[in-house]
């Protein structure tokens, strides 16, 4: 109806929450505070359950490299 394709879209977990996601799993492993530690988890667990919103590759241009696959293409 509107021209866009849905089968050919990509898309990709969000890098910056998964790495977000990552320092609050690390800060919590690191902490001696149980209270601090479920909290930290739970942070992080946020962050990867955001991560899931998927960014679609096709909303850059072609002209572009898509900054979440640039550094993985050898």
């Avoid at 509107?2 to 990709?12: D, L, P, T």
Wanted: proline letters at 7%; hydrophobic letters at 35%; charged letters at 20%.
């Amino acid at each position: 109806m509107f021209g866009n394709s849905i089968q050919g879209s990509v898309a990709e977990p969000s890098f910056l929450y998964l790495m977000m996601a990552a320092t609050y799993f690390r800060q919590a492993r690191r902490t001696r505070h149980p209270h601090v530690r479920g909290a930290l988890r739970d942070l992080g667990r946020d962050y990867v359950s955001n991560a899931r919103r998927l960014v679609p590759v096709h909303a850059y241009p072609a002209s572009e490299s898509h900054p979440l696959t640039s550094n993985t293409q050898s």
